[in-house]
């Protein structure tokens, strides 16, 4: 890893105490504010921002947890001052990881007969159940090779996107979500993606297409993301997302799992008939 991808922006200087002062101003923090967050004097933090006093390993991390920092960046932070980085970085496929990938299948297989998925941090999917393949119809080839992104299957002309009814309302929810990620994690390729799903055209809808049960069902407390099928019609969906508590490593950190959930009896109806179970 280089400190390209780990700082919070690409053009983000490499001291320490840059790399503070970046993320105190991206939290919009002063430095009164993080030194009372922290518990530490403002000279104190001054010093250390412009260089003038040189930070522990334990100051850092402090400082780092007061930010709300993402764990690759607390590394990039410890890095930068001449610390070996706090937090380990396993490929899901590591031995030490058997337990999460054995707790992964669990929930995705308990997520039946609703679609459910597992992500990284740039929504690449690393995992999905058998309920999913069903809403792939009609899917380019291309978008389906691995590494699968998500939100780009899901909003592409090529993918999913002519297929969603309420695609300028679903599409507005996808791009909010990514700017809100990006804002928190100062992630460049968070940033590229956004741009890049921004840049779409917006698919011709069907002037007759109204919206269905799914809004009154949900109360208006949430976006459903509403599918043409060309066998049952539109289905609708409202999604979850769970990640792991207090994670201590970097790719467990970044996992998401995306379930979708019937946002109205008549979705659930043909998801439990697609799976072959009873009503």
Not at 103 to 112: G, P, R
Not at 140 to 161: C, F, I, K
Not at 233 to 259: K, R
């Amino acid at each position: 890893m280089t400190d390209a991808v780990l700082s919070p922006r690409r053009s983000a200087p490499s001291n320490a105490g840059a790399l503070i002062r970046e993320w105190r101003e991206r939290r919009r923090l002063s430095q009164l504010d993080l030194a009372c967050e922290a518990g530490v004097s403002t000279r104190h933090l001054s010093f250390l921002e412009t260089g003038r006093a040189r930070p522990s390993r334990d100051m850092l991390l402090h400082l780092a947890e007061a930010l709300k920092a993402p764990l690759r960046a607390r590394n990039a932070l410890l890095l930068a001052a001449g610390f070996a980085p706090a937090y380990a970085e396993r490929s899901l496929e590591d031995p030490a990881l058997s337990g999460v990938r054995r707790a992964i299948e669990l929930v995705l297989k308990a997520h039946e007969p609703f679609p459910a998925l597992v992500v990284d941090r740039g929504w690449r999917m690393l995992a999905a159940n058998g309920a999913l393949a069903p809403l792939l119809a009609g899917v380019a080839d291309w978008l389906l090779q691995p590494p699968v992104n998500v939100l780009r299957l899901s909003l592409h002309p090529e993918g999913l996107g002519p297929r969603i009814a309420n695609y300028g309302e679903w599409r507005a929810h996808i791009l909010e979500r990514l700017e809100n990620q990006v804002e928190a994690t100062a992630d460049p390729e968070l940033e590229a993606l956004r741009t890049e799903l921004a840049a779409y055209p917006t698919p011709q809808q069907d002037a007759g297409e109204r919206p269905g049960g799914a809004e009154a069902e949900l109360g208006g407390v949430a976006v459903p993301l509403r599918i043409r099928t060309e066998a049952y019609g539109v289905l609708a969906f409202f999604s979850t997302t769970t990640v792991f508590g207090t994670p201590l490593d970097i790719t467990l950190a970044e996992l998401a799992l995306e379930t979708f959930l019937p946002a109205d009896a008549r979705t659930g109806e043909v998801l439990r008939r697609l799976a072959g179970e009873p009503r």
